[in-house]
């Protein structure tokens, strides 16, 4: 009686697992057919750029800095910056709707100021001081709407070669006439709402992007996007935390175009 008992158990806990397992393996051939939320969800998580559009052109906008192509100062330290501008206007926020879909400056609009390719500082008014090192440097200017997209015209921009200290070397060694990318954004940290959309934004000097010329390639957490138009990009299904962003100028055989600028990487950070 005993021994049937326990067969009949046993049997009837053979047929349960082996039905568990039948039951398990059908599910598992239903969530392959049709993903679950949770599946779906991480399927569009994954790394998209796409071209920003609907923000105002200012193709009349200009900023100038009476100071020659190249500026020779004596020692290191504390230099005014005397910026002018022309149809645009620092501190106001850009209209339209870009600056509730990206992170905006409750600042408004602003200059970024670049030297030697490092992070831009942001300059809400024309004028102000930087500290400038001894040696050879390079200085790009230009024109940011609030949400910090730059100003993309022949005169939205200026660039400096700076020779500084009694003996200055250029240990760069730009060539100021070749083409050159210089990085902007994502810069910093991004949180909440500000870290789902990411604005990608560059500036181009000396040469134009197409699909059979020059173009930039970018490399997000190992993803790669090839920009064939001068133009913002919006990056969207960034995950939480570090997110690493490499930007390159290549040629058009996909080449590394020569240049100190025309390859830098950047790390952001993003949180929830």
Not at 123 to 148: M, Q
Not at 190 to 197: F, H, L
Request: hydrophobic letters at 35%; proline letters at 6%; one cysteine or more.
């Amino acid at each position: 009686m005993k021994t049937y008992y326990l067969t009949t158990v046993i049997l009837s806990l053979s047929i349960t697992f082996t039905g568990c397992k039948q039951q398990k393996k059908n599910v598992t051939e239903e969530e392959i057919a049709n993903p679950s939320v949770e599946e779906s969800i991480e399927i569009q998580q994954s790394i998209t750029i796409e071209k920003l559009e609907n923000s105002p052109i200012y193709p009349d906008a200009a900023l100038t800095l009476d100071l020659p192509e190249t500026i020779k100062i004596s020692q290191g330290g504390d230099m005014d910056f005397v910026f002018n501008l022309e149809n645009y206007e620092l501190g106001a926020q850009t209209q339209g709707p870009n600056s509730l879909k990206l992170a905006n400056s409750g600042k408004g609009q602003h200059i970024h100021f670049i030297l030697d390719d490092q992070p831009y500082s942001a300059h809400y008014e024309p004028r102000f001081k930087k500290e400038i090192p001894d040696g050879v440097h390079h200085l790009v200017a230009f024109l940011s709407r609030s949400y910090h997209e730059s100003v993309k015209n022949t005169n939205s921009v200026i660039v400096r070669k700076l020779m500084v200290g009694a003996n200055p070397q250029d240990s760069l060694g730009l060539d100021m006439k070749a083409p050159t990318l210089i990085y902007s954004r994502p810069k910093g940290e991004y949180t909440g709402k500000d870290a789902e959309s990411l604005l990608l934004d560059f500036f181009v000097l000396n040469t134009t992007l197409s699909e059979d010329g020059h173009k930039v390639r970018a490399t997000i957490n190992g993803e790669e996007f090839i920009i064939t138009e001068w133009a913002p990009q919006v990056i969207k299904g960034l995950p939480m935390g570090e997110v690493i962003i490499q930007l390159e100028l290549l040629d058009e055989t996909g080449t590394l175009i020569p240049g100190p600028f025309n390859k830098v990487t950047r790390t952001v950070l993003l949180k929830e």
